[in-house]
């Protein structure tokens, strides 16, 4: 239990990284692919990095406090006795270099047993119940979707099935499926449909399958929320971009984003037409004509 819980804290700090550089340095860029790259291949990374065993000589002040959670994690127990006025802790030498590193020193005169177990059933069962909790909401929400795809009838759209729901819902793509409301198939069929084929065509669901994947173990971190967030926009802009990259007109197309921009999506895992934040799209738009 307490080298799972060691590897998911790894991890963590791994996407908060990513996340922050990614924030910083590429948020900005018009190279939408790039940045789904990017995206993808750095939350990889981020879970086989912690998996990864390095031997260092010495230890830095940076890495001294990630061998002390180590140490609470998966140590069964951490005896601490006083001896002539100077502590002995009888644990590894990292953990050691940590306390003595820090220069603490305990106030008991006798030994004492800190007992780690508890403390890691403890953490280790409110992890899994959290994750059971994302799960099942996730699961949830695929079931209505397959519901609703599954509830009206489908056509053949090239190589994709075309639904119609006569329903008021926000258009999405899932797999090899487009369900457009019958709103829209109506007043702007050519745009939307064009859309979610983009999303498809460039194979977004399984990107979204894998970020879920992701915010199952990483529930409690809000990095991994905030990396789902931009992995979306990013599958909008780079659907919008092949959307005019076909012949839409972008100032049609950007009034297009304003008429739709109310709604929610209703599928976590989908891709929604109008998901991303509409200012940001339109300004997309602008810089890259």
Request: proline share 3%.
């Amino acid at each position: 239990m307490g080298t799972i819980l060691f590897y998911i804290f790894e991890s963590t700090l791994c996407l908060t990284i990513l996340y922050l550089l990614f924030r910083l340095f590429f948020r900005k860029d018009t190279l939408f692919r790039t940045n789904r790259y990017l995206l993808l291949m750095g939350t990889v990374a981020c879970t086989l990095l912690p998996l990864l065993q390095i031997d260092v000589p010495q230890y830095t002040t940076l890495q001294l406090p990630i061998t002390a959670v180590r140490h609470l994690l998966t140590e069964k127990e951490v005896n601490i006795e006083r001896k002539g006025g100077v502590d002995e802790k009888h644990l590894s030498g990292e953990a050691n270099l940590f306390m003595t590193g820090k220069g603490e020193d305990t106030e008991e005169n006798h030994a004492n047993v800190i007992h780690a177990i508890p403390v890691t059933l403890l953490l280790g069962g409110c992890y899994f119940i959290g994750a059971l909790v994302v799960l099942t909401f996730l699961l949830f929400s695929t079931v209505r979707m397959r519901r609703l795809i599954h509830s009206y009838p489908a056509c053949n759209y090239g190589k994709y099935k075309l639904i119609i729901c006569p329903e008021k819902i926000v258009s999405f793509s899932w797999g090899n499926m487009i369900v457009l409301s019958q709103e829209d198939y109506e007043r702007n069929p050519g745009e939307i449909l064009l859309h979610e084929q983009m999303h498809l065509q460039h194979r977004h669901t399984w990107d979204l399958l894998w970020m879920e994947c992701i915010m199952i173990l990483h529930w409690f971190n809000p990095a991994a929320w905030l990396l789902m967030r931009e992995l979306r926009e990013v599958h909008e802009y780079e659907a919008d971009n092949g959307v005019i990259n076909n012949g839409i007109d972008a100032t049609e197309y950007q009034l297009l984003l304003v008429k739709k921009s109310v709604g929610t999506r209703l599928y976590s895992m989908a891709c929604g037409f109008n998901h991303s934040k509409l200012k940001n799209r339109t300004l997309k738009h602008l810089q890259q004509n």
